[in-house]
Each structure stands twice: as structure tokens, then as C-alpha cells.
């Protein structure tokens, strides 16, 4: 079987129609490790929520098509039945489910697209048993299970808690938005295998949004990207990722001044409360 190509072609997106991406173009195919770095308001969040369908993030011009399937006329809930999925960089409690809970519905509902609500989900004997390895493969205690999704959950723990939901959902491709921000250097290595294994076992696509090396010195990127002023400046490979650590931006800057400019305004605009990245 072929493997499944993810396209981003001249992406535009601006929030409070305020343009922050300026014609992304990134290709990732399935089994491929893709880091995407840049400064602090450079767009990298707004990529991945647009990507997902965030109503926030108005799409302007361009395309994104999973395997020739234009994505950016679904629903948040289609893209991850297409595929995509997203690791929040903040992910949201929901008080009163469990995990178990939560990720029997969302496996139905990714595993048998045309489901109604109301219908059949996935077998419990079943789910428990795939759940059960999931959880082991990823070191995981049972009980995790039975807890309330994110509540009262540590940085790390928030962070685990994606990672077994992007094994149980096995999707084509997965962004990992800035998944190593809060966590001490265990939690980022523990995070990290777990996106390896997962990633190794179904052939995920990874795209790793990130400012810093070290989630990099573990889930091991062929491909990395500069996002640059809202757009990518640069593309190489394990190589950017050093220099970036050795010089910062300033070579960047010197390098791409219109995009320097741009990514001045966005950060002016940041600081003065008008955007988030």
C-alpha cells in the first residue's frame, strides 16, 4: 500500500484579519519526521490550528489535501477521521470523563466514520484489551484510565494523555504542537519514545513543532523548517537544527530581511495584546 502525502500549498491565514502564515508550502509523507522551528510569534501555532480547523484562524488562500483530499472544507471532527491530528500545547480538561471514555468514543468515531450518535461504539472487551496494550507499550498505570481527562493532571501527565490517544487513533499524520513546552528533560524524553513508538508501529507522519533542540535530540527529525515572519525561509536537515542552537535567528534575519520585517510586526503585535501566535 502506498503511503498517504500530507500538502500544504500557499497557506494564508490571519487572525482578527491580522495575516500571520504568508504562503506555506510544506510537504510531509507518511513515516517521515518533520521539525518545524522558529521564534516565539513566527506562526507555528497558528499553522497547527489552522490545520485542524480552529474557527479562530481564517484560511485567506491555499490549500491542505491529505493524500489529494482537500482538508480546509471539513470539520474539525472529519480532518481527524481523514487523518490529522494535533497534540495541544495546552490540552483542555474535561471534568466528568474519563479517559477510557473519551478515547472509546473518539477510536469509534475515527474507526467507523459514518457512525450517528446514538449508535453502537467499539466493543468494550475489545477496546479494554487495545487499550490495555497501548498502555503498556507506553509504560502507562491502568488506572490512568479512570481518571477524569486532564483534571488535575501534571504538565507531563497532560502530555502522556496525547500521546495515547495518537496511539489508540493511529492516525496518517500528527502534529505535536510545542509538546515539550513545561516539561522537565524526563518528561520530554518519556514523551518523546512514546511519539516513537507509536509513530514506528503505524508509519504516522510527524510534523514536531518546537523552539527548542532537545525534544529534537529524541524524536529524530529527516526534515526541518524554518517558519520565519509566517513563512518558511528555510528547509535542510538534522544540520538547521545545530545552527539554529549555535547562532539563534540573526542569521535568518540577515538572510531573509523582508520576513525579518514581518516577523518585527508580529511580534509588535503580540506584545501589545492583539494576537496570540
Known amino acids: 500500500m502506498s503511503s498517504k502525502v500530507l500538502k500544504i500549498d500557499n497557506l494564508h491565514v490571519a487572525i482578527a484579519g491580522k495575516e500571520i502564515l504568508k504562503g506555506v508550502n510544506l510537504t510531509i509523507r ?18 497547527s490550528y489552522a490545520l485542524m480547523g480552529h474557527p479562530n484562524y481564517e484560511v485567506s488562500e491555499g490549500s491542505v489535501t491529505l493524500d489529494g483530499r482537500e482538508m480546509l472544507e471539513l470539520e474539525p471532527d472529519e480532518r481527524a477521521k481523514a487523518g490529522l491530528f494535533l497534540a495541544f500545547q495546552y490540552p483542555t480538561s474535561i471534568p466528568g470523563v474519563t479517559v477510557a471514555n473519551f478515547l472509546r468514543h ?5 474507526r467507523n466514520p459514518e457512525r450517528k450518535e446514538g449508535e453502537d461504539l467499539i466493543s468494550m472487551r475489545d477496546f479494554r484489551k487495545e487499550m490495555r496494550e497501548r498502555m503498556d507499550e507506553l509504560g502507562m498505570d491502568p488506572e490512568f484510565a479512570r481518571r477524569y481527562l486532564n483534571e488535575g493532571f501534571s504538565g507531563g501527565e497532560k502530555k502522556r494523555a496525547e500521546v495515547l490517544q495518537l496511539s489508540m487513533l493511529q492516525p496518517a499524520f500528527a502534529v505535536l504542537d510545542e509538546t515539550d513546552s513545561g516539561l522537565d528533560i524526563d518528561a520530554v524524553r518519556i514523551v518523546a519514545e512514546g511519539v516513537n513508538k507509536v509513530a514506528a508501529r503505524v508509519s504516522t507522519g510527524v510534523l514536531v513543532i518546537t523552539h527548542y533542540k532537545r525534544i529534537l535530540d529524541y524524536i529524530k527529525p529527516g526534515f526541518v523548517h524554518i517558519l520565519y515572519g509566517g513563512r518558511i525561509v528555510e528547509s535542510g536537515g538534522p544540520e538547521l ?3 539554529l542552537e549555535k547562532e ?25 495584546g492583539q494576537l496570540a501566535h
Do not use: C, F, I
Open 30 to 47: 507518511q513515516g517521515e519526521v518533520h521539525a518545524l522551528m522558529g521564534p516565539n510569534g513566527s506562526g507555528k501555532s497558528t499553522l
Open 106 to 110: 473518539a477510536v469509534t468515531n475515527v
Open 241 to 243: 537544527v545545530d545552527l
Open 248 to 272: 539563534g535567528y540573526d542569521w535568518v534575519r540577515e538572510k531573509y530581511p523582508e520576513a525579518a520585517r514581518d516577523e518585527d510586526e508580529m511580534e509588535q503585535h503580540a506584545a501589545a
